[in-house]
Each structure stands twice: as structure tokens, then as C-alpha cells.
């Protein structure tokens, strides 16, 4: 599981993150809501141990990532529309990279299972950089779960799919989550897919998280109809703060 405690990150004057905290347990998503540049990045960066942060811990099964850092990042992944893998590689080759790189067992046993449950067969020889913003993000998927992860970390992972992909990434999540021991962050601005996937949220700005629940009780707490008018009320409210 993810335990985050008084968790802050500042550059220079700017304050990203303000002293949050919160866990995920096992087989958990847990969705981090807010708008562009309120922290939600800089914290997935700081849960991956790619930025330090200035003040508080991140606890990953109980030990701190920034002492286990290597021993842990075996057992986490991530996805990102902002990170690109190598385009001159074919799908497979990605997917053997990224394998290696986490020490995976039985390489060709994990990618067999990922092409087969992520519909990758026919694109599995093709190069990356030729694939559809549909495919890259299947792959992306695939690259995500080539360790096995018991910690995943998705930063709008639906994001400018058409409707049939961003489905078939939902309900793939939906089945892996029954079948692994897992705990899931997932930062979105698709409020449908935040409610249909999370099992709370935490409502995120200017580096503070201003509120948090199950959608249902959040969106009758404001009194709005759904979620998304729940996330414009909290993300225009300048006095709304825990």
C-alpha cells in the first residue's frame, strides 16, 4: 500500500505542495482530482522517486522510498501521455526493454499475456512511432504492467482516446484490479471515468487537497448533480479548504 505524510514540495518561492497526506490500500483506486498545475504531477513524481521532496516521507509497504528507492521501483510503474517510449523500436522491443530493465522473469511469458489482454498481436512487430494515439496507449498500458506492479501510478491515462479505446482501458483496469494485489493513484480530468473507477476521491489545489470522499458523498456534501459541477464549485471556491 501508499502511505503519503505531510507531504510538501517547494521550488524556489512556489509552494507545488502543501503538507498533504493520504494512504491507498490494497486494491484500491484512489483518484487525485484538481486543475492544470495544482500538484497533482509533482506528487505522482515524488511517489516515484524522481523528485525529493522538502518536507514529509512516502512509504511504500512500510519502508520509505527514499531508502529502498531501487528495491522498491521494481514492484511500481507508471503511465504518462507526457513520456513517449522509443519510437524507432517495434512493440515488442519496447516491451523486452522495460522488462529487462525491472529484472522480469519469463519475458516472453509477460509479454505473450499483455499482447493478448491488451489486443496488442497484430502491432506487436510494428515501430511505436508508426502506431495510432489509440495503440501507443495500449502499449503504454502493457509497458506499465510488464513488472507486475503492486503500486501503479496513472496520470490521465484516457486522455484524448476516442470513446471505444478510453472504454476498453477502463474495463481492463476494472478486470485487472479483481485479479492482482494492487494499490492504483489515478489523476484524471474525466470525471466519468474518475467515478466509475475510483473507490474515493481527493479534490487537489494550489498544493492543497481542499476535500475528499466517495464521489457520491462529495457531490451531495456541495449539493451539485455530479461530479464534475463538484470539481468546478471546489476548483473555483478560493475559501474551500479542509
Not at 27 to 53: D, R, S, V
Not at 93 to 116: G, H
Amino acid at each position: 500500500m501508499i502511505e503519503v505524510i505531510n507531504l510538501s514540495k517547494s521550488f524556489q518561492n512556489n509552494k507545488a505542495v502543501n503538507n498533504i497526506s493520504f494512504d491507498i490500500g490494497e486494491n484500491e483506486i484512489i483518484g487525485l482530482l484538481g486543475p492544470n498545475g495544482c500538484g497533482k504531477t509533482t506528487t505522482i513524481a515524488m511517489i516515484l522517486g524522481l523528485l525529493k521532496p522538502t518536507k514529509g516521507k512516502i512509504l511504500i509497504n512500510k519502508k520509505n522510498i527514499e531508502n529502498h528507492r531501487i528495491e522498491l521501483l521494481h514492484k511500481m510503474n507508471f503511465i504518462s501521455p507526457y513520456i513517449e517510449l522509443p519510437k524507432k523500436l517495434t512493440v515488442k522491443q519496447n516491451l523486452i526493454v522495460y522488462a529487462k530493465l525491472y529484472n522480469v522473469k519469463k519475458i516472453d511469458e509477460r509479454i505473450e499475456y499483455l499482447s493478448s489482454t491488451l489486443r496488442l498481436d497484430k502491432i506487436i512487430n510494428s515501430l511505436t512511432g508508426e502506431l495510432s494515439s489509440g495503440q501507443k496507449n495500449r502499449v503504454s498500458v502493457a509497458k506499465s504492467l510488464i513488472n507486475n506492479p503492486s503500486v501503479l501510478l496513472l496520470d490521465e491515462p484516457t486522455a484524448s482516446l476516442d470513446p471505444e479505446t478510453g472504454n476498453f482501458i477502463r474495463s481492463f483496469l476494472e478486470d485487472y484490479i479483481k485479479q492482482k494485489k494492487i494499490s492504483i493513484l489515478l489523476a484524471s480530468h474525466n470525471m466519468e471515468e474518475v467515478k466509475r473507477l475510483c473507490t474515493s476521491v481527493m479534490m487537489m489545489k494550489n498544493g492543497n487537497i481542499i476535500d475528499r470522499g466517495s464521489c457520491k458523498a462529495l457531490i451531495e456534501k456541495h449539493g451539485r448533480k455530479n461530479l464534475e459541477d463538484t470539481f468546478l464549485k471546489l476548483a473555483r471556491n478560493k475559501d474551500e479548504l479542509e
